[in-house]
């Protein structure tokens, strides 16, 4: 009998390969259900603080000091404040539009400057530091050398990265309400405008009184009424004194008068 194959014949296919894949996927899977939490840690998602928003109070008082300049300058000023590790919403937006209006892209706002700020917190295993990335953006009619500079005074007036890392809502508000005035110093805008001073007269003050009669009248009056009163017991004393001398003077002369001389009737 012949032992050849016969024709037309398949050989049979290992399933090792298949086994192989499959428990590769499975490890795949597995391995990056396993890796995928270590991933944070890397990327800085362990943090050791978060960006901390400006407090109500902040943006209350930044949004009318930047609707005034707004008003009077003809600019457009705003603020963004993000997380260096956070690529979805700002932590905090606003303008003179409002809290959490933004000015850039906003067809209310043709010409706008704003401050952006982004603060980076590395994880607690990094060995890099904390970080602030600050700039000072505006519309295509605002020279990118005015921004640069407008940057410089912020550092300038004491608004500094270290201040963004150690409290990132303050700084962030504190150099929105600054960007006018850097602005004005560029000559991007007219200074604020000063208030023009009454023309009219003023109405004449009332008389002054004499200062040593207002403080010390009293004295004044206390001295004249003894002085009265002595004047008042002199006369009295003068006028008694008098009396008594006329009475003293009477008796005297009574007793020292001669007696009178009787005439004898002549003899005729």
């Given at each position: 009998m012949s032992t050849g194959k016969q024709p037309g014949a398949q050989p049979k296919?290992?399933?090792?390969?298949?086994?192989?894949?499959?428990?590769?996927?499975?490890?795949?899977?597995c391995g990056g259900t396993v890796v995928y939490p270590s991933w944070g840690t890397v990327f800085?998602?362990?943090?050791?603080?978060?960006?901390?928003?400006?407090?109500?109070?902040?943006?209350?008082?930044?949004?009318?000091?930047?609707?005034?300049?707004?008003?009077?300058?003809?600019?457009?000023?705003?603020?963004v404040l993000k997380d260096y590790f956070d690529y979805g919403d700002?932590?905090?937006v606003g303008s003179n539009l409002g809290d959490g209006v933004a000015v850039q892209d906003n067809p209310a706002c043709p010409r706008w400057v704003q401050v952006s700020a982004r603060i980076y917190y590395?994880?607690?295993?990094?060995?890099?530091?904390?970080?602030?990335?600050?700039?000072?953006?505006?519309?295509?009619?605002v020279d990118s050398v005015d921004l640069l500079r407008m940057k410089s005074g912020l550092d300038r007036l004491g608004v500094t990265e270290k201040a963004f890392v150690d409290?990132?809502?303050?700084?962030?508000?504190?150099?929105?309400?600054?960007?006018p005035l850097l602005?004005?110093?560029?000559?991007?805008?007219?200074?604020?405008a000063t208030?023009?001073?009454?023309?009219?007269?003023?109405?004449?003050?009332?008389?002054?009184?004499n200062d040593l009669w207002r403080?010390?009248?009293?004295?004044?009056v206390a001295v004249t009424t003894l002085v009265l009163i002595a004047a008042l017991l002199i006369t009295v004393g003068v006028v008694q004194r008098r009396r008594q001398r006329r009475r003293v003077a009477v008796p005297a002369q009574r007793a020292g008068a001669e007696p009178a001389t009787t005439r004898t009737p002549e003899r005729g």
């Open positions: 296919k290992s399933g090792w390969p298949a086994l192989i894949w499959t428990i590769v996927l499975v490890v795949l899977c800085g998602d362990d943090r050791s603080a978060t960006v901390s928003a400006p407090t109500a109070q902040e943006r209350g008082d930044t949004v009318p000091i930047l609707a005034q300049s707004a008003a009077g300058q003809g600019v457009c000023y705003g603020w700002p932590v905090s590395p994880s607690k295993s990094s060995e890099s530091d904390d970080n602030a990335y600050v700039d000072v953006t505006g519309s295509a009619d409290d990132p809502g303050w700084a962030i508000t504190r150099a929105a309400v600054m960007l602005a004005a110093e560029q000559g991007l805008v007219e200074p604020a208030p023009a001073p009454d023309t009219a007269s003023p109405s004449p003050l009332p008389a002054a009184g403080d010390r009248w009293g004295y004044f």
